[in-house]
C-alpha cells in the first residue's frame, strides 16, 4: 500500500458493490489503498467472492 495515496489507510463504503459501476469502483478503491466496505443486494457468496477480488487487487 502507497503512503502517498489519499485513500492510504482509510475506509470507504461502496453501495452497489455487487456488480457494475460499484464493483468497479470497489476494485479501484482498494487498488488504491483504502479498505473497502461492500454494500449490495446479491447472495453473500457473490458478495465474499468481491471481497476475495478487491483484497487480491494490487497496491500502487
Known sequence: ???SSPLA????AVTGAARG???AMAREIARRG????LLGH?????AGGLADRA????HE
Do not use: Q, Y
Open 21 to 23: 459501476l460499484g464493483a
Open 34 to 37: 483504502a479498505r473497502v466496505a
Open 9 to 12: 489507510d482509510r475506509t470507504v
Open 1 to 3: 500500500m502507497s503512503s
Open 42 to 46: 446479491e447472495k453473500a457468496a457473490r
Open 55 to 58: 483484497a487480491r487487487a494490487p
